[in-house]
């Protein structure tokens, strides 16, 4: 089995997470809506990934919408003590399956205890802001009312922590003049390199950041060189991806999905895969080249 401790840990609130963790989206159905084709798989992805060392898991209640949470709770509940659940708000699903902004006060407090109901704690562990923006990447606006309301959530003992995603630093910045942040998710991966600095900005204050879409999401990453570093190390281009990911700064925390068992010990498998630095050298090069183009 992986040893996926090798990776390292990175403290996340009030606990220490292991690196490489678990991201819930694509438990739900295609395009993220609906349920899984495979209800049973997906809850055995689940079992397999806590059974492995996994410790950190993602998701959120407008996944399905609902279903990514009734999952993760008919598989783990009551959930293995260590175990941290990071949710995000902001979001709704329309009936056509549209992704619409969800971001008043009122409706961020009903997400707050739509995740509560179906994940069946009584608080949530993290709870991430998620900013609507411009789809998956951010946009300078005031952030302030919203975050002060899951602050005030988080003071009635609903949520523990409190993070966000599809954010500026100057976000972050306000954001703290509020309260604790305790992570940043935003899109990041070895292609798509926009938050470099913001990575080394958290990684200065013990803020963890957590890339989604660390395999390209809904487009998988693509790159020659990817594939070419990958074969020379015997590896997939996905593992190389994630490893890369891991090197790049100790404050980063992996959270790449899967509904496939396979694909959970692919991907679980990167924490051990260690990086010439000729390889990196190589792979640094892929997202100088698309900031370039």
């Not at 996340?12 to 997470?17: A, Y």
């Not at 959120?60 to 609902?66: A, L, M, Q, R, T």
């Not at 991430?128 to 602050?151: C, D, K, M, S, W």
């Not at 972050?172 to 992570?183: I, M, S, Y």
Request: charge should be neutral.
């Amino acid at each position: 089995m992986t040893n996926i401790a090798s990776a390292g840990a990175f403290r996340l609130g009030d606990r220490t997470v292991r690196r490489m963790g678990y991201g819930a989206m694509q438990l739900a159905g295609k395009g993220v809506f609906g349920p899984p084709k495979d209800r049973a798989a997906c809850i055995a992805v689940l079992r397999e990934a806590v059974a492995s060392g996994v410790d950190h898991i993602d998701t959120s209640d407008f996944y399905g919408p609902h279903v990514t949470n009734e999952i993760i709770a008919e598989a783990l509940h009551p959930y293995p003590k260590g175990l941290t659940i990071v949710t995000k708000v902001g979001a709704r699903r329309g009936a056509d399956a549209s992704w619409l902004p969800a971001q008043s006060p009122a409706e961020l407090a009903d997400a707050v205890h739509d995740n509560l109901r179906n994940l069946k704690v009584e608080a949530l562990d993290v709870v991430n802001l998620r900013i609507t923006g411009a789809v998956h990447e951010p946009t300078e606006e005031p952030i302030a009312e919203r975050f002060a309301a899951l602050a005030e959530l988080q003071r009635k003992g609903l949520i523990r922590h409190l993070g966000l995603s599809n954010v500026t630093w100057t976000q972050v910045k306000e954001a703290r003049g509020l309260g604790e942040v305790v992570c940043v998710q935003n899109l990041y991966n070895v292609v798509q390199r926009g938050d470099d600095s913001l990575v080394d900005q958290l990684a200065g204050l013990g803020i963890a950041y957590v890339p989604f879409f660390p395999l390209g999401g809904f487009t998988p990453l693509q790159s020659s060189i990817l594939s070419d570093v990958a074969a020379s190390l015997g590896a997939t281009p996905m593992q190389v991806a994630l490893a890369w990911l891991l090197r790049r700064s100790p404050n980063i925390l992996l959270i790449p999905g899967t509904s496939s068992l396979a694909h959970l010990k692919e991907n679980l498998a990167a924490a051990e895969l260690k990086l010439p630095e000729e390889a990196v050298a190589r792979l640094e090069a892929i997202g100088s080249a698309k900031a370039h183009a």
